[in-house]
């Protein structure tokens, strides 16, 4: 993918959080790790975003942004950290 339109990441970083939590799970304020996320299930997230972006995310980006909504900004403004 490679892009730098935010919504577009934004959008990205949604479907994949649901395909792994579910749909229910997908609300702004959900912490992975709460609502049943677990190591392995991180480093496939991560590895599926880095592969969508064409770019390589540290694992570590999910546990310093633990929920969706943290983790939609951290990706939609990567590699710039978040304020």
């Known amino acids: 993918m490679g892009t730098d ?3 577009g990441r934004a959008v990205l ?3 994949a959080w649901s395909e792994h939590l579910g749909a229910e799970a997908a609300q702004p304020r959900t912490n992975f790790f709460e609502a049943g996320g677990n190591s392995l299930m ?3 997230l991560i590895g599926r975003l880095s592969e969508e972006l064409d770019e390589e995310l540290p694992l570590g980006l999910l546990t310093r942004h633990p929920t969706l909504g943290e983790l939609s900004a951290a990706v939609s403004h990567w590699p710039e950290p978040v304020p």
Request: avoid cysteine; charge should be neutral.
């Open 5 to 7: 339109d935010t919504s």
């Open 13 to 15: 970083v949604h479907r």
């Open 42 to 44: 991180a480093a496939s």
